[in-house]
């Protein structure tokens, strides 16, 4: 290779493979302030907080009729006149796939876990959270027959009554403690067979570390830590259904911005189809996907701020409005921006990746 063709060669990994600041004009911002507003809007209006929520009633519906739908799946036969029944198929889920660390009050547990109800118990247990620390404890707790909690900050582990996985060997029971976990998951999500309403279902995902935070004193009238304050949230409805609900007006922004990206493209900057796609590697797009969601979740303060008189003043109420899957998002994208603005000229690994899967595309075609 010639010195000539090492600059050039330079040059051009320098241009398409290091990290860059964004160059967005005011149209840029405009587009992705309008998105956040659409999305605030959506949010304040049709989410609020559980029980209130206009969205929140339709979700209920699709996660009612997902249960009756798995527990058919599952073998569930019920009578003419209980094809409709939530609570019928969940009872049926709940006999299936029966795990030894459902315990619902604090009296179960020999009075080791203070405070647990049949409101809390799938916050306070770690084997109902469905994410992979879920996952973890269940499959732990099945194998050597214990219960493990999270409560006033601190983890405890209680034995249970026998309880024997099935299957022939090692693999095999590990595949029947994810399927006794998954499906004891989807007979809580919607509530016990015995719930009145709504029931309580399961936490959003690692939404449980919070009963870790045992610190501060919140609240006017009554100082409470802050994993008291998650804890009512929690039984206030604040589960994964409206977990769901809250993401409704997240993914809207997302869409939207991400649309309104490659029309701009494709019609104001006149560049071809294939290279107007809405990557969230492109300088530009990263930085319409931070400010729309800053006006989602700024929207949301203020309405949560509003409705509640002030997250001091009343904690509960003020995290029950507020959008914590919109929170996440945005923080996970504050992040991304200080990243690359800290970075900027170094070498961008995922640019990098995503120029080697294409031409590899292309040369298996």
Known sequence: MSK??????????????????????????????????????????????????????????????????????????????????????????????KVNY????????????????????HLKSLGHSPDIIGLFFSILNQFTNTATFVSNGEIITIDTENFELQGGNFIAKIFCGFANWFGHLASDWTGSSGADGRGSGI??????????????????????????????????????????????????????????Y????????????????????????????????????????????IRSGGPLANPVEFLLHTNLIGWVNFGQLALREVYAWWNVGKMDIEAVDEYLDRDLKMMLR
């Not at 080791?112 to 409101?119: D, I, P, Q, R």
């Open 203 to 260: 936490p959003i995902p690692f939404y449980n570390l919070f009963q870790l935070c045992d610190f501060g004193r919140f609240g006017e009238k009554h100082q409470e830590t802050f994993a008291v304050v998650t804890s009512k949230v929690f039984e206030s409805g604040y589960d994964f259904r409206h977990g769901l609900t809250m993401a409704i007006p997240v993914v809207i922004t997302e869409l939207i911005i991400r649309f309104m």
């Open 4 to 97: 000539t063709q090492q600059i050039e060669l330079q040059k051009r990994i320098k241009e398409e493979f290091s990290i860059k600041n964004a160059q967005c004009d005011k149209y840029d911002y405009l587009i992705a302030g309008a998105c956040g507003l659409i999305g605030g809007l959506v949010d304040i209006l049709f989410v609020g907080k559980p029980g209130e929520s206009k969205l929140g009633g339709w979700v209920d519906e699709q996660a009612n009729n997902a249960t009756k739908k798995f527990a058919k799946l599952c073998g569930w036969k019920p009578k003419e006149e209980k094809e409709d029944s939530v609570k019928s198929a969940i009872g049926f889920l709940e006999k299936k796939f």
């Open 262 to 305: 490659v029309m701009k493209q494709r019609f104001y900057h006149g560049r071809e189809w294939k290279e107007c796609m809405p990557n969230s590697s492109v300088p530009e797009l990263r930085r319409m996907l931070l400010v729309g969601h800053g006006v989602l979740c700024t929207m949301d303060g203020i309405d949560a701020t």
């Open 102 to 121: 459902d315990h619902r009050h604090t009296a179960d547990t020999g009075g080791k876990v203070c405070n647990m109800s049949a409101k809390n118990h």
